[in-house]
């Protein structure tokens, strides 16, 4: 279970990094002020994040390491429900392809904590 939790781990930091070339682009449409700026900080941001949660789900989530889980489980969930409560419920962006990113993440968690509870047994 924890391998198909660091696979989906996988695809949601590969979204969020097709993600944070878009807020990018975005950003380089702005004209130059604290806007801009603020929206290159955003995709910068979530470019981290992304990267971080691909690096620990090869490195830790993939042997189903307790500090892998912790750590990808925090970092996707913070950015997620960042995204769901400033992007999604204001409708800023339709649903069908909102969601992906929040399932990819519930699916992660869902199959990473098997994996643990599994260890644990």
């Known amino acids: 279970m924890y391998q198909l939790g660091a696979l989906c781990y996988l695809a949601w930091g ?5 993600a944070a070339d878009r807020v990018r682009q975005l950003a380089a ?7 801009q ?14 990267v971080f949660v691909l690096v620990v789900a090869v490195g830790l ?16 969930t913070v950015t997620d429900v960042g995204f769901l409560l400033f992007i999604v419920r204001p409708g800023y962006l339709p649903l069908r392809p909102a969601l992906l990113g929040p399932a990819l993440w ?11 509870l599994a260890r644990a047994t």
């Open 61 to 76: 989530n993939w042997r189903n390491d307790l500090a892998g889980y912790w750590l990808n489980l925090l970092t996707a």
């Open 37 to 50: 700026g603020r929206l290159y900080q955003a995709a910068w941001n979530l470019a981290y994040f992304a």
């Open 106 to 116: 519930l699916l992660a968690a869902l199959f990473s904590t098997l994996g643990v």
């Open 29 to 35: 449409r702005q004209p130059a002020g604290m806007a």
């Open 14 to 18: 590969l979204l969020h990094l097709q």
